[in-house]
């Protein structure tokens, strides 16, 4: 009976500890407000990951957006992150926003564009960047990525910060004061449509601003995270030709120090899950393998390489 005891017990901690999985792994994935797209893309990828990768376990945290992502990764309080690809560019080597630098963050993907747009009310007689000149023009929230791009693209067409009229408003703060007529023009970065602009046309007829020739060629050689788009024909009410346009892209970054293998499986199953990431947002639908490579602003983790190495796709 005693034998019998000391053989059952063995095999009762056989089954409790031989047979145990180890603990996942705990990450957190920073991303954005609720009502934007980092927060439910986020989400996505999370679940993705926690489906497809049994080493680990990712949740969801909501923030205020790149910089605040990029801080959180820097302390350690999150090891994957949604962001803009030029915020990281600054993080990276440590300017504008970010007094010091953060090098332990790396990219695995490029996910979507986000389209620097130049609205003008059709009454403002602006059809060019070079029409700007004079005129009272929105260049984003103080501080914001979308101010930074705004000075940019000036500066690449000629244009100082005094020969406009410059105010430092939102998204829909321009686009109301558009409607009222107190300002003539506005610059917004973000994916498109863009909301406060589909509510503006709706009363306000308006022009969407080309960045084109040698000056938008040379932005994208001062700074490489902009990449050239078009916004298409009809994406906004009254707007019935595409309009040659420059975007940064929303980025999925990871911390350097995790695994270069977990970071090959993440990279796996992100691409093979596609379908799903599309079901949870329109933007999702946007990812694909080709441009995941391309507008990248901080090197990819040795992680990612790997992957793209092994689908025989070249690292822009």
């Known amino acids: 009976m005693k034998r019998y005891l000391i053989i059952l017990a063995a095999v009762v901690s056989i089954f409790f500890f031989g047979c145990k999985k180890d603990t996942p792994k705990e990450l957190v994935i920073a991303t954005g407000g609720v009502s934007g797209v980092y927060y439910p893309l986020g989400c996505a990828i999370a679940e993705i990951l926690n489906n497809s990768i049994d080493s680990i ?7 205020g957006g790149s910089a605040e992502n990029i801080r959180l990764m820097g302390k350690g309080e ?16 440590g300017i504008f926003m970010f007094p010091e630098r953060f090098q332990n963050i790396s990219t695995i993907a490029t996910l979507y564009p986000e389209v620097i747009q130049i609205v003008a009310s059709k009454e403002s007689g602006i059809k060019s960047i070079e029409d700007l ?27 100082q910060l005094d020969e406009i009229q410059k105010y430092n408003l939102s998204f829909k703060e321009s686009a109301d004061k558009i409607k009222s007529g107190e ?34 060629d040379k932005i994208c050689n001062a700074y490489n995270f902009y990449t050239k788009t078009v916004i298409p024909p009809r994406t906004y009410e009254g707007i019935h030709s595409g309009t040659p346009a420059l975007s940064i892209r ?6 350097s120090e995790l695994d270069e ?19 949870a947002h329109i933007k999702g639908k946007e990812v ?3 441009t995941a490579v391309t507008g990248v602003s901080v090197p990819f983790h040795t992680g990612a390489i790997k992957y793209y190495s092994d689908k025989g796709l070249t690292i822009f």
Do not use: W
Not at 261 to 279: S, V
């Open 250 to 255: 929303a980025t999925l970054a990871a911390s």
């Open 183 to 216: 300002i003539d023009a506005c610059f917004l970065t973000s994916g498109i449509p863009n909301k406060a602009v589909e509510e503006l046309t709706k009363s306000t007829e308006i022009e969407l601003i080309p960045l084109i020739g040698t000056q938008a």
């Open 133 to 159: 000149r004079g005129k009272r023009v929105s260049i984003g929230d103080v501080g914001s990525g979308g101010e930074f791009n705004a000075k940019q693209i000036l500066e690449g067409y000629g244009i």
């Open 261 to 279: 293998e977990l970071i090959y499986k993440m990279t796996e199953a992100l691409f093979d899950n596609l379908t799903e990431l599309g079901k």
């Open 288 to 290: 694909s393998q080709k």
């Open 78 to 93: 999150a090891q994957l992150a949604i962001v803009q690809n030029d915020i990281m560019d600054y993080a990276y080597r």
């Open 57 to 63: 376990h990712v949740t969801v945290r909501e923030t």
